[in-house]
């Protein structure tokens, strides 16, 4: 099994993470800002069958850590084999926060020796035809734009980087943190999938399930994929 480091583990896409790694058998360090916050980051409210009830157990660890500075990034991701990036700050504008966290990322799991970070990506930079992404298209909300830049930033950053990455993006539906695993899904390019529109909703829970099996079988490598049903 492999020991796999989740940045923002706290969150919707990372408690997910978390739990369906250590489902797994992987060794998984949750990372989060604080931890008297997250006693149990990787508690899923309706965890698959095959998890226990702690998401892991003894498979979890949890630290703290600062996903923007190289050094702490370098620091928790130290003997692992694999790296999750599931952060999002709504605080800090998105444009230098996913700039900041992805710079710290590339050069701290370089340092840390650990060669492959799987990222969630966002759906609204998937193309709608050629060339022409999701956010470009006329009525585009400008706030949801201005979010979406923060990981098209993300993806400039990587782009220059000798990391093996990839980034899953969800189709650009409801995401529901409620719904129960299925473990159903499948990989496309970089376009909006066209089962997205028979799909209203993709759950959080099997969008762990893809960003996990990326890092136990990648098949894609330097590039941003969209993940939908």
Do not use: C, K, N
Not at 72 to 99: I, K
Not at 172 to 186: F, M
């Amino acid at each position: 099994m492999s020991r796999i480091v989740v940045f923002g583990a706290g969150g919707r896409a990372g408690r997910r993470v978390v739990a369906e790694a250590a489902g797994r058998g992987h060794d998984v360090t949750a990372v989060v800002r604080d931890p008297a916050r997250h006693p149990e980051p990787a508690r899923h409210p309706e965890p698959a069958r095959h998890l226990d009830p702690y998401g892991g157990g003894d498979r979890v660890r949890v630290v703290a850590g600062d996903v923007t500075d190289g050094d702490s990034v370098a620091a928790v991701a130290a003997g692992h084999d694999a790296a999750v990036q599931a952060t999002a700050r709504l605080d800090v504008p998105s444009v230098e926060f996913y700039t900041a966290a992805t710079r710290a990322l590339v050069d701290g799991l370089a340092r840390a020796g650990v060669p492959r970070l799987v990222a969630v990506g966002i759906g609204s930079l998937l193309e709608v035809s050629p060339g022409v992404r999701l956010i470009d298209t006329p009525g585009f909300p400008a706030d949801a734009r201005e979010f979406s830049l923060g990981h098209a930033a993300e993806l400039e950053v990587l782009a220059g980087a000798a990391l093996d990455w990839v980034v899953v993006a969800p189709p650009p539906v409801l995401l529901d943190e409620e719904a129960a695993r299925t473990g159903r899904h499948r990989f496309g390019d970089g376009r909006v999938p066209e089962s997205a529109q028979g799909d209203p909703v993709f759950s959080f829970a099997d969008l762990a399930v893809a960003l996990v099996d990326e890092v136990e079988t990648p098949a894609h490598h330097r590039v941003q994929v969209a993940v939908s049903y």
